[in-house]
């Protein structure tokens, strides 16, 4: 029916002639290939049709003893299987039963609800090796069919991202809800975020979390040639409009190492859980003490603070002594908790000496009922706040002050009760 004829019959001017019986028609996707499409076959892309549409997609295959900067696929199952009998519950840890992928994503901004996924990256297990299929988006009007074609709508996995949390994982149930109309509901997933946990492990050892740092500085890979990120949209954009795909196979060749480079940091961030040898600072190992601390996992963060204090010279291990101290604390030792930090106020410095210094004068004062040391390390507090101007919470100084009146009150009383009682004249 012509849009002419379709407006007389809303207006009651034609009568809507309507068939004895109207077969339902089957609908068929009519199906316009993009003029590129030969280009970016050649350049190694495959076209792929789905209910939804196409896409486009290119499949790497790499064996088990491939290797990436100085670590090969091959340590990965190790070490899932480590942390799954280990620490069953850590954050790092894979479900036994749960399927894994690593996962990363190319996308035509940073936010906004018109900011496009163009290239879904997912490296997986497969028989004698790992496979990366790397599904790019034909065209924007082809969303449905490119998302549908990640399969997560089939099933629940745990995927391990860089900053997954906070981006890519957002960006894709963002997508995904925009084309809810179109395709089956996206399953819940598990995720690992490796961004979050190289913080755990390295923070005070690396000044920047961006991963091509953590690479050069902690994987043995340096990238050549590569096409920085956040020129992805132009190029994206670029090879959609004039066909020419050299510029996105290089994007596509940035996103392999970005998910290599996870797959082979989750395995290096699992090595240093394992405590055999010294491969990294005292710091490192002390933060991974304080992240099991924080899990509330206490026999393992002891331990870790032990090995600090066991593998590293005095000059670096006052933080170990520092954590060490609340621990005793917490399990009721004081003597050995005043021991640890007394070894911290050797070497330790800003803030946490404004902590050892309070934690001495608590256990002095109410513990040991020494108030002349309670008030030493109260009056070195207040000292060292006024002379190393560090920030802290605006109650802090008269909290101090607060201490100091206290305890000489308590070293008077302590005074007169010691002297021999006068007669009265």
């Keep these: 029916m012509s849009y002419e004829k379709k407006l007389l019959e809303m207006k009651g001017l034609l009568k809507k002639n309507t068939p004895e019986k109207q077969q339902p028609k089957k609908e068929v996707l009519d199906i316009a290939l993009p003029f590129y499409t030969e280009?970016?076959?050649?350049?190694?892309?495959?076209?792929?049709k789905n209910e939804k549409g196409f896409f486009f997609?290119?499949?790497?295959?790499y064996r088990n003893k491939h290797i990436h900067g100085t670590i090969g696929l091959d340590k990965l199952e190790a070490a899932i299987s480590f942390m799954q009998e280990r620490y069953p519950t850590h954050p790092l840890t894979i479900s036994p039963n749960s399927p894994y992928c690593f996962y990363d994503t190319e996308t035509t901004g940073l936010k906004g609800a018109g900011v496009l996924i163009f290239l879904n990256g997912i490296l997986k297990k497969v028989p004698g090796g790992y496979l990366l299929s790397q599904y790019v988006l034909a065209d924007p009007g082809q969303e449905a069919a490119f998302l549908l074609a990640t399969e997560f709508?089939?099933?629940?996995?745990?995927?391990?991202?860089?900053?997954?949390?906070?981006?890519?994982?957002?960006?894709?149930?963002?997508?995904?809800?925009?084309?809810?109309?179109?395709?089956?509901?996206?399953?819940?997933?598990?995720?690992?975020?490796?961004?979050?946990?190289?913080?755990r492990i390295w923070k005070g050892d690396l000044e920047r979390f961006k991963l091509k740092q953590l690479e050069e500085s902690k994987l043995g890979f340096s990238r050549k040639n590569d096409i920085p990120g956040h020129l992805a949209p132009i190029i994206y954009f670029d090879a959609v409009k004039h066909g020419n795909p050299t510029?996105?196979?290089?994007?596509?060749?940035?996103?392999?190492?970005?998910?290599?480079s996870l797959a082979t940091l989750y395995t290096l961030s699992v090595d240093l859980l394992k405590e055999t040898e010294v491969q990294e600072t005292a710091n490192t190992y002390t933060n991974i003490g304080k992240w099991f601390k924080d899990l509330k996992s206490k026999d393992a963060s002891k331990e870790w603070f032990q090995f600090v204090l066991d593998q590293f010279p005095e000059r670096e291990?006052?933080?170990?002594?520092?954590y060490m101290g609340l621990h005793l604390k917490r399990q009721k030792l004081m003597d050995e908790s005043i021991e640890a930090f007394k070894e911290a106020l050797k070497e330790i410095k800003g803030k946490y000496r404004l902590e050892v210094l309070v934690e001495l004068a608590k256990l002095y004062e109410h513990q040991k009922k020494d108030y002349e040391k309670a008030l030493e390390m109260t009056l070195e507090c207040l000292e060292y706040w006024r002379d190393s101007e560090i920030d802290s919470h605006k109650d802090f100084s008269s909290q101090l002050r607060m201490?100091?009146?206290?305890?000489?009150?308590?070293?008077?009383?302590?005074?007169?009760?010691?002297?021999?009682?006068?007669?009265?004249?």
């Design 57 to 61: 997609l290119k499949e790497t295959f």
């Design 39 to 48: 280009q970016w076959e050649k350049a190694g892309l495959k076209l792929i």
């Design 247 to 260: 510029n996105l196979m290089r994007i596509l060749k940035h996103n392999e190492w970005d998910i290599l």
């Design 317 to 322: 291990t006052s933080m170990a002594y520092y």
């Design 153 to 199: 709508w089939k099933n629940t996995q745990t995927i391990i991202t860089y900053n997954g949390k906070s981006f890519d994982l957002p960006q894709l149930t963002t997508r995904w809800t925009m084309n809810r109309n179109t395709l089956p509901p996206m399953k819940s997933q598990g995720q690992i975020d490796l961004m979050h946990s190289s913080k």
């Design 403 to 425: 201490r100091e009146i206290r305890i000489n009150k308590k070293i008077n009383i302590s005074r007169e009760s010691a002297q021999p009682n006068k007669k009265r004249t």
